[in-house]
């Protein structure tokens, strides 16, 4: 029934949209439209971590009310996971009512804040033919990018309709030197654990530093900009879009996510120090045991961050200097290699490089601090496994 309902939602709206396109009360049909875009907090899981944003279109005279979202994707794809996997699984765009659209965040306890453009008619309808162009089968799917092309960046787009005018986009704040990982940090402080290994699986390239637009990837930095923008026509200078204004709140709820939390990983990996150093100190078998599943499990992970690397779309997960320390050299030690001096001296450098790049750094990656913990680990349990051999 719901998906009926869709259906002649959308039907009825580009009717409409299609005679106010084509000239029939042109100036009356536009006018009823309102086109806004809709920002929603983060959510306390990974994946709504970093907030959404999607496209409002309404006309209260035909009771018509969409969101459309460049968020989606579906699980029926063939080889979902492996797709998911490799960053290879493709997003699309799609629509829903409002209503059903804020069910979501009302039971997440998620802000959800709306910003009405301030459009003349003419950027109504070149917005109104982007959508409809955009929606058709042949183009709604396109390929994810977590940094340059997501569901925030596909709204930055709209911008480009009043570069077709020639229109210059003027900014009243300042861009601050941030990366892309500073960015993703600022919603991960109450989420450690994903912090953590968000710094392991994301490579030097999320250390690269961001223009305004590289920002808006972000939905919250997307709404700073887009309230404080301004255009100018025929000499007269008006603001993009109205300051935002809460359809859902839950402000509180967002306090508290962005409130820092104990730092575990940190916590939890200088106790693993501590443990290595105590069962080391007992030269036997279960430090040998101890040390071999420590290195055994440190390389299985470089083995990981190469495919990641290497077998994944995933931009991201490319030039990750965390293979210095999580090695896929390590599984040599398990092999007639272990006693090679050469292989120990070139693992042992490469754990040296990774702990200085925890205190300074100096590599074109940040290291997150609760490493450096982890390779003193992994330099004790070779020292002594080089002992016991």
């Not at 968020?71 to 979902?80: A, I, K, V």
């Not at 804020?102 to 804040?113: D, N, T």
């Not at 654990?193 to 972000?218: C, K, P, Y």
């Not at 693993?272 to 440190?298: D, E, H, P, Q, R």
Request: glycine share 4%; proline share 3%.
């Amino acid at each position: 029934m719901k998906l009926l309902q869709n259906l002649l939602y959308n039907f009825l709206f580009f009717c409409f949209s299609f005679s106010a396109i084509n000239g029939q009360s042109d100036s009356l049909a536009l006018a009823e439209i309102d086109i806004s875009i809709l920002t929603c907090r983060s959510g306390d899981e990974l994946y709504s971590t970093f907030g959404h944003t999607a496209i409002r279109i309404k006309n209260t005279k035909l009771d018509i009310d969409l969101v459309y979202n460049y968020g989606l994707f579906s699980f029926d794809t063939p080889n979902f996971y492996v797709k998911f996997m490799r960053g290879q699984l493709p997003y699309h765009l799609g629509n829903t009512k409002m209503q059903y659209f804020l069910r979501e965040y009302q039971a997440e306890k998620r802000s959800v804040f709306e910003q009405v453009l301030i459009l003349d008619n003419a950027r109504k309808k070149e917005i109104i033919e982007f959508i409809q162009e955009n929606i058709k089968p042949e183009n709604r799917a396109y390929a994810y990018d977590f940094f340059y092309d997501n569901c925030a960046t596909r709204v930055v787009d709209v911008y480009d309709i009043y570069g077709q005018s020639g229109k210059e986009i003027n900014y009243l704040i300042d861009v601050e030197k941030k990366t892309f990982r500073d960015l993703l940090k600022e919603n991960l402080k109450n989420l450690p654990w994903s912090e953590f290994g968000i710094d392991i699986v994301i490579g030097a390239r999320a250390d690269l530093l961001t223009n305004r637009r590289h920002q808006m990837f972000l939905p919250e930095y997307l709404m700073n900009n887009l309230a404080n923008a301004t255009i100018e026509y025929n000499g007269v200078t008006f603001n993009l879009a109205e300051k935002p204004h809460l359809v859902l709140d839950f402000e509180a709820e967002n306090i508290k996510r962005k409130t820092r939390a104990t730092p575990w990983p940190l916590i939890l990996m200088l106790l693993l120090m501590i443990v290595t150093i105590v069962i080391n100190l007992k030269s036997n078998k279960w430090s040998n045991i101890f040390n071999a599943v420590l290195l055994g499990i440190s390389g299985v992970l470089g083995l990981f961050l190469l495919l990641m690397w290497f077998g994944t779309n995933h931009g991201a997960t490319r030039d990750n200097w965390n293979i210095l320390w999580l090695n896929p050299l390590l599984l040599l030690l398990f092999t007639k290699l272990r006693e090679n001096t050469i292989l120990k001296m070139i693992l042992t450098g490469c754990l040296i490089i990774a702990l200085l790049n925890c205190c300074v750094t100096f590599l074109p990656q940040f290291f997150h601090i609760a490493f450096l913990p982890i390779i003193l680990s992994i330099l004790i349990a070779i020292w002594y496994k080089k002992q016991d051999h």
